[in-house]
Structures are given as C-alpha cells and as structure tokens.
C-alpha cells in the first residue's frame, strides 16, 4: 500500500493510493461511513502507533474492499489533482540522518567514510510533494540536494539487534536532504544548515514493505532541471538497513513513525566541478524505483 497525507477541500486528511488511479481513497471519511470504531486513527502517524503494520493494512482493506462495494466509491476518493501533498507523516522525534554512507558521496566532498555520522534535520523542515520551498538566498550561497532513501519506523525500538531491525519497519519513502553547504562548513556541524524551511521534502507517499521487498537493491536518481545528476542504488550503502536501526536503538528510543534518512549516493551539486548549487526556480525530482518521485521547486 501507499499511504500518503494531503490537503483537500480545505481540509487535511491521510489516505491510501487508489489501486491503478491517480487519486487517493481519503481514510478518514472510510472509518467514519465503514469502521466500527469511532475512535479511529486521525492522522497516518495514529494509524501507525495504535495498530501493528498488517493489522493496519488489514483494516485499510476491509475498510476500501466496503466502499467498493458500496455504489458510491467516488464519494471517498480525493483526484491527484485537487490534492496538495504534505510530508507523509510527522515523526515523533526529529528526522534522523545518516551522512557518509556511500562512499563515492564521502569521497566527492573529500570526507572520509566513517561507520557513524548522524544528525538531524528539524521536524518543522519537513515540506510535501510538488511543494515550492524558499531559496534561502538571504542566508546561503550553497543550496545543494541530497536524494535519499527513507525508513518509516512501526513499533518501538530500543536496544534492538540487528538481526530483529528489518521487523521495526513500516515502510519506506523519498527523501531530499536540503542542505546549505557554506553553513555547514562554517558551524562544522550539519543541524542548522540541514534544518532550513522546506529543507526536507518527504514523500509522495509512504509505500509499506510488502511493496518494497528488496529495499538495498533499488534506484535512486536526482534530476535538476530534466539533467540527471545523482544515479545511484541502495546497495553502494556502506551501514545497511538492519545495522542503521539497530546502532540508533541504542542511544535513542525509536517510535512508530520516525523516519531514518539513509544516506546519499554521489553527484550532488557540491561534488561537481565547478560546484552547481540550486538557484531560484530549480526543479529537483528524486526518483526511487518502487516508491515513486517526490518533486521540490524552488522559490524564485
């Protein structure tokens, strides 16, 4: 399933992608005309804590496989193009981030590859799909993309082995680093710089992992402008899957919903020579087989 959250009619509501449309069944609606529970999940980051994954998964079904039935399916579908998208969910802590996990990017920006570098980037950076964010020219010269890999967490994880980490996912999803490199050279750390408004795109969706069953052996590709400028694959990642979520767990408690940025691969703007950082009215599309493409435009 893809799982999405968007605004419509002046409303904001969360959903699932409609099977082989482009629109979204709004699940809200779903649980108020079809559910037994009337206490049901209002946001997806609910939905999320209050039901394990294939519960929840199994309620979404009955709940469309109802609507179907019901002669008035269109009465609880939103069209792609009446929708704004937001970020997916909202995680319950800060957007945690892995930088120099794939070594062609660490070598680009003449970094060493270490085992543990995280940070993160600021909750209220978070923007959706299709979203124009500001150019943040008053304070950077270095606007830069970084597409990337996202891990949704289902369940709390806390001092968990690796062995057990690939059980603690919900799903996945795209993420865009945003990152203003001048400050981040300059406060020789990666919050602030990576925290900018807007500074992270987060979806379009969040597609659950029975849709996804090869997460290390899939594409990413970031384009500016229609140019292709990062084409890499999740498997140049040096720490996996299992080994990012099992070292965070130790320090930090992981909740259902919390989001895992897992590194990016080369070809972002700084690494090219000359360096090409965004400018005002860029496009960037990053694209990951099996989640789609989340589209960032900036401000003019």
């Known amino acids: 399933m893809k799982f999405l959250t968007f605004e419509y ?9 409609v099977k082989r449309e482009e629109s979204a069944w709004i699940l809200p609606k779903l649980f108020e005309a079809f559910g037994d529970d009337k206490n049901y999940p209002k946001t997806l980051l609910e939905g999320i804590s209050r039901y394990h994954t294939l519960d929840f998964q199994e309620h979404v ?4 496989e109802k609507a179907q039935q019901s002669g008035k399916a269109d009465k609880y579908k939103a069209s792609f193009n009446e929708i704004t998208f937001r970020a997916p969910v909202t995680p319950p802590n800060n957007v945690i981030a892995f930088g120099r996990n794939y070594k062609s990017h660490a070598e680009e920006l003449n970094n060493e590859v270490q085992s543990l570098y995280v940070f993160t980037k600021a909750a209220s950076s978070l923007s959706g799909d299709e979203e124009t964010i ?3 020219q008053d304070i950077t010269s270095q606007l830069d993309y970084e597409g990337e890999l996202g891990v949704v967490i289902g369940k709390r994880a806390e001092k968990i ?20 490199r001048d ?17 992270c795109p987060m979806g379009p969706f969040i ?4 849709e996804l069953p090869n997460p290390e052996q ?9 140019k292709i400028r990062q084409d890499g694959s999740t498997k140049e990642m040096v720490l996996k899957l299992d080994e990012l979520i099992a070292e ?53």
Do not use: W
């Open 134 to 136: 500001p150019n943040h």
């Open 9 to 17: 009619r002046d409303q904001t509501y969360y959903g699932v992608k």
């Open 207 to 210: 597609v659950t992992k029975d």
């Open 161 to 180: 082995r690796s062995s057990m980490a690939l059980d603690y996912i919900y799903g996945y999803t795209i993420i865009n680093d945003i990152t203003a």
């Open 183 to 199: 400050l981040q050279k300059e406060h020789h750390q990666a919050f602030l710089s990576k925290s900018l408004k807007g500074g």
């Open 218 to 226: 899939t594409s990413i590709v970031t384009k500016v402008n229609g």
């Open 61 to 64: 079904r009955k709940l469309v």
């Open 248 to 300: 965070v767990s130790k320090y930090v408690t992981l909740e259902p919903g919390d989001v895992i940025a897992t590194g990016t691969p080369s070809g972002v703007g700084a690494g090219m020579k000359p360096p090409q950082y965004l400018q005002p009215g860029d496009e960037v599309r990053v694209s990951i087989n099996g989640i789609g493409t989340l589209t960032t435009y900036i401000d003019k």
